[in-house]
């Protein structure tokens, strides 16, 4: 069994550039979530996507959208890149987006905003 | 809002002795409570987590946490420590009320140092 794949693993983009990370969810979920984590800190919940809709948002500005594709995989976009976006970003899936359920993590994408 | 406090940013422990890391939440529903661990430049692993139930939940790796409301605790724990468990450890909370929507609030962190 696949678990949640991402890509690309590190990449440096400019102050103001854009940026897409994508996600593979693992076989058979169909909810995925993005977390940004800053060093030293803990996963922020950025969005939530399930059956293609975003279904729940975090403290995050508009620049940060997302999108789900019919076969559950993710991307993140970031706009107008700031410093401050330099972070791991993790992509998570569930197999619904029930409450209780196990929500598995990929390995992150490394970004750094110069 | 939910918020989750992990005491301690650094734990250190011998290899053999016993592992205590410490979380509290703050909720008036027990929310699910969860531990994941990370280790360098990986994403975050799931140890264990509590729904319902048997307040005493089980884990990979030897870990296990105990759930008490009286305490908004689920501190997790192992009997002896082994070098493959230096790490850094995650507690998180879903609040229940969040019907349909999966939001996992992390802590801070602790990182446990295990020495020879």
């Known amino acids: 069994e696949t678990g949640v794949t991402q890509s690309p693993t590190h990449l440096i983009k400019t102050r103001g550039q854009q940026v897409t990370l994508r996600c593979s969810s693992q076989?058979?979920?169909?909810?995925v979530s993005w977390y940004q984590q800053a060093l030293g800190q803990g996963p922020q919940f950025i969005f939530q996507?399930?059956?293609?809709?975003?279904?729940g948002r975090g403290n995050f500005p508009p620049r940060f959208s997302g999108l789900q594709f019919p076969n559950y995989s993710s991307e993140l976009n970031v706009n107008a890149l700031e410093l401050d976006d330099s972070a791991l970003y993790l992509c998570?899936?569930?197999?619904?987006?029930?409450?209780?359920?196990?929500?598995?993590f990929g390995e992150g994408s490394w970004l750094t905003v110069v | 809002a939910q918020s989750v406090t992990q005491l301690g940013s650094h734990v250190s422990v011998s290899e053999g002795a016993l592992v205590l890391l410490r979380c509290n939440y703050s909720?008036?529903?027990?929310?699910?409570l969860f531990w994941y661990v990370q280790y360098p430049n990986q994403g975050l692993q799931l140890l264990l987590k509590y729904t319902t139930g048997a307040t005493l939940v089980k884990g990979i790796n030897g870990f296990e946490a105990e759930f008490k409301k009286s305490e908004t605790s689920f501190h997790l724990t192992k009997p002896s420590a082994h070098m493959s468990d230096a790490a850094e450890y995650f507690c998180?909370?879903?609040?229940?009320?969040?019907?349909?929507?999966?939001?996992?609030?992390f802590g801070t962190g602790t990182r446990l140092l295990v020495s020879p």
């Open positions: 076989s058979g979920h169909n909810t």
């Open positions: 998570a899936s569930s197999p619904d987006r029930s409450v209780g359920n196990t929500i598995y």
């Open positions: 909720s008036s529903v027990p929310p699910y």
């Open positions: 996507y399930y059956r293609e809709e975003e279904n």
């Open positions: 998180a909370v879903n609040p229940v009320m969040n019907t349909g929507f999966q939001k996992l609030v």
